[in-house]
């Protein structure tokens, strides 16, 4: 069965830093992306960062130069390092699949809250 499981989310302070770890279980071949989105109170969710099999990586304006997105030594495990943390980074955040075989593409965990105070 596959699962997406996030971790790390948690309270920090503006200027903070949190690290947030995903593991796609039940998957035997390493997936062509993964990525994090995040969804704040009352707004869409959004894409935070992505990153290739080939380890290209791609970032919403916001994150750049703060976050940094790395793939873990074991199969289909993503970091998100989140650096200097702002109060409008606060959201859920999720991890999310991307592949070729339709039956593990477009997975998303179950979140991890981020919360940056003031």
């Known amino acids: 069965q596959v699962q997406l499981v996030e971790s790390g989310g948690g309270l920090a302070q503006a200027g903070g830093s949190l690290r947030l770890s995903c593991v796609a279980s039940g998957i035997s071949f390493k997936l062509d992306g993964m990525g994090w989105y995040r969804q704040a109170p009352g707004k869409q969710r959004e894409l935070v960062a992505t990153i290739s099999i080939g380890g290209n990586t791609d970032y919403t304006d916001s994150v750049k130069g703060r976050f940094t997105i790395s793939r873990g030594n074991a199969r289909n495990t993503v970091y998100l390092q989140m650096n200097n943390l702002k109060p409008e980074d606060t959201a859920v955040y999720y991890c999310?699949?991307?592949?070729?075989?339709?039956?593990?593409?477009?997975?998303w965990g179950q979140g991890t809250q981020v919360t940056v105070s003031s």
């Open positions: 999310h699949t991307t592949t070729r075989v339709p039956w593990a593409n477009n997975l």
